[in-house]
C-alpha cells in the first residue's frame, strides 16, 4: 500500500467521491500535530478550488471549511474549519493541523492510518475523511478484486444487498465458555473450516455494509470480554475493581487495546491493571485474526499485562460462545504472517 496517492474505484465508492488523494501518518506528524499536504492532495485542492480559495502564507484566516465523511460527523458535526494554508510565501507547499483537542485526538491517532481529501460529483467544496490502517487495507483488499470474509458478514436479503449483521441473542444470555489457546501444531493439523471464511470478489457496494457488520461483530465480541471481566472480578468479591473496567474503544480508537480491567490475586488481593485486545470471529478457535503494528507496539511495552482475547463461534444464530485468552507481548507469543507492507524510497 503506498504511503500516498490518488483514490482507485474502491475509494471512490467507499467514500461517494468523484475523485480523491490519500496519505499516511507518520510518527512525527503526529508528535508536531502539523501533518503535510502531499503533492497529489495539494494538486487537487489546487485544481478544484483554485489557490485564491486557499489561504496564503500570513493571511488572517488561515482555515478551510471541510465537509466530514459520514464515519466522523457523530462526533464532529457535518463540516469543520479546519487550519490549511500555503505555509511558505510564493511557494505551493501547504500544511493541515486537524489534530486538536477540538477534532481529531492525538492519542486518537497512530502511524500508518490514513487522512483523505476527496470531492463529489457536482459539489465544490472539499471533503475529509479518515481511515484506520486495518480498514485501508479491506479496501485496497477488494479493489484488487479479493478479500476474505466471513459468511455473517455477508449474507443477502431479497433484495440482494448484504444485511445487517443481528444476533437472536442478547449477551447477557449467552453462554460464555473459556478454552484453552491452541498451539501452533494444532493449528496446523486442524486449519480453520473451510465453510467458516469465504473468499470471493467484493462489488464495491457490498464493502460499507460489510464494514458495518464487521464493526458489529468486534463491538458484539467487546461487550462479552468486558461481561466476563466483570463477572470474574464479582466472584473474587472485587465489586469495587468490576465498577472500574473500562471499555475505551468505544469512545478512543488507536490505543492499542479495546479494554481496561484488573487482575488479581486467588484471594482477589493484589490488584493490577490489564490491557486488552479482543478479537472476534463467528469461526473456529483455528481461524487466525489480524493484529496491527500499533497492537504489537503496545504489548511489548505493557508486557504480561497485556492480554489478547479471542472470542470465537460468535455465530448470529447461537446462545454458546468461546473465548481463550494469551498475554504477553504478541511478537513472542503468536506466529505473524507478513500480509502487506507499506513502502516508501530509501
Request: glycine share 6%.
Amino acid at each position: 500500500m503506498k504511503a500516498t496517492g490518488a483514490f482507485n474505484q474502491a475509494l471512490k465508492e467507499h467514500f461517494g467521491a468523484e475523485c480523491g488523494a490519500y496519505t499516511a501518518i507518520t510518527a512525527e506528524e503526529i508528535r508536531k500535530q502539523t501533518f503535510n499536504v502531499k503533492a497529489v492532495i495539494r494538486e487537487l485542492l489546487i485544481s478544484k478550488i483554485g489557490k485564491s480559495g486557499i489561504p496564503s502564507h500570513g493571511a488572517p484566516s488561515s482555515t478551510m471549511t471541510f465537509m466530514l465523511a459520514p464515519d466522523l460527523v457523530k462526533k464532529f458535526g457535518s463540516s469543520k474549519d479546519i487550519p490549511c494554508k500555503f505555509s511558505k510565501p510564493n511557494s505551493d507547499e501547504m500544511t493541515i493541523y486537524f489534530a486538536g483537542q477540538s477534532f481529531i485526538r492525538k492519542s486518537s491517532l497512530t502511524p500508518g492510518d490514513y487522512w483523505c481529501i476527496f470531492f463529489k460529483a457536482g459539489d465544490s467544496r472539499p471533503w475529509f475523511g479518515f481511515l484506520n490502517a486495518s480498514v485501508m487495507t479491506l479496501i485496497q483488499q477488494s479493489f484488487s478484486g479479493e478479500v476474505t470474509i466471513e459468511p455473517d458478514e455477508c449474507v443477502e436479503g431479497m433484495t440482494k444487498e448484504i444485511e445487517a449483521l443481528t444476533y437472536n441473542y442478547c449477551v447477557e444470555d449467552l453462554k460464555i465458555i473459556a478454552t484453552d489457546a491452541p498451539s501452533y501444531a494444532e493449528l496446523l493439523s486442524e486449519p480453520s473450516s473451510n465453510d467458516r471464511v469465504v473468499s470471493r470478489v467484493v462489488l464495491s457496494k457490498d464493502l460499507k455494509r460489510i464494514l458495518d457488520n464487521k464493526k458489529i461483530k468486534g463491538m458484539r465480541g467487546e461487550e462479552i470480554v468486558v461481561k466476563v471481566e466483570k463477572e470474574k472480578l464479582l466472584s473474587l468479591g472485587r465489586l469495587d475493581l468490576a465498577a472500574r473496567v473500562s471499555w475505551k474503544s468505544k469512545d478512543v480508537d488507536g490505543l492499542g487495546y479495546d479494554i481496561e480491567s484488573f487482575e488479581t490475586d486467588q484471594d482477589g488481593k493484589n490488584e493490577r491493571k490489564i490491557f486488552i485486545e479482543v478479537k472476534s470471529t463467528s469461526g473456529n478457535e483455528f481461524t487466525p485474526f489480524f493484529v496491527s503494528s500499533n497492537e504489537i507496539d503496545v504489548s511489548k511495552e505493557k508486557g504480561n499485562d497485556y492480554f489478547i482475547y479471542r472470542v470465537y463461534n460468535l455465530m448470529p444464530d447461537s446462545d454458546i460462545v468461546n473465548y481463550y485468552r494469551v498475554f504477553g507481548n504478541i511478537d513472542d507469543k503468536f506466529k505473524l504472517i507478513p500480509q502487506s507492507y507499506m513502502a516508501v524510497t530509501k
